[in-house]
């Protein structure tokens, strides 16, 4: 099973500010099957990237996503006050797929 | 527009069994498969197994096969999650998630299940 290790665990930063997350896979990810989800309190996890660094359909451009292999990154420009939230990476390149543990952004 | 509706939340004794809903719409439900996640209270999302409603394959992670049964009823666009014998453990809220290509593209609004004496 392909682990995946988000870093860090809480993110402190202010609106406006540049938040880069991190996700590290145990092994290679195939064919950079590797999506990142947002779930804010109380919601059901929301599909920002798929294919790596693919945006979801009305995700804005602020969030963009990269890397391969075994290291990838969620990166959102400009934290905007709808940011503030959980956000957790997933592998699909071996079925069902695994879930990061969460990296949380939060207000500073 | 796509929707997955799953059913209300649910309140058990240990031991007891039990079975949550999500109806899809908006798409062809047969032709996506559906995924069930677990997220224990405070903590991150697990997917617990996989159906495709068009033929009813299913397959289960390591960690809740035995544990839960997942099944369709592709007449009605709806996939099921259940349990014979309710444990403590399996207090949690529980989502459905539309399958693209083995990631979750479109979620339902979860079910909370607590399992309390």
């Known amino acids: 099973e392909i682990v995946l290790t988000q870093s860090p665990g809480t993110l402190s930063l202010s609106p406006g500010e540049r938040a880069t997350l991190s996700c590290r896979a145990s092994q290679s990810v195939s064919s950079s099957y590797l999506a990142w989800y947002q779930q804010k309190p109380g919601q059901a996890p929301r599909l920002l990237i798929y294919g790596a660094s693919r945006r979801a359909t009305g995700i804005p451009d602020r969030f963009s996503g990269s890397g391969s292999g075994t290291d990838f990154t969620l990166t959102i420009s400009r934290l905007e006050p709808e940011d503030f939230a959980v956000y957790y990476c997933q592998q699909y390149g071996s079925s069902p797929g695994t879930f990061g543990q969460g990296t949380k952004v939060e207000i500073k | 527009e796509v929707q997955l509706v799953q059913s209300g939340a649910e309140v058990k004794k240990p031991g007891e069994s039990l079975k949550i809903s999500c109806k899809g719409s908006g798409y062809s439900f047969t032709s996506y498969w559906i995924g069930w996640v677990r997220q224990m209270p405070g903590k991150g999302l697990e997917w617990m197994g996989i159906?495709?409603?068009?033929?009813?394959?299913?397959r289960y992670s390591p960690s809740f096969q035995g544990q839960v049964t997942i099944s369709a009823d592709k007449s009605i666009s709806t996939a099921y999650l259940q349990w014979s014998n309710l444990k403590a453990s399996d207090t949690a809220m529980y989502y459905c998630?539309?399958?693209?290509?083995?990631?979750?593209?479109?979620w339902g609004q979860g079910t909370l299940v607590t399992v309390s004496s």
């Open positions: 998630a539309r399958r693209q290509n083995d990631y979750g593209d479109y």
């Open positions: 159906i495709y409603p068009g033929d009813s394959d299913t």
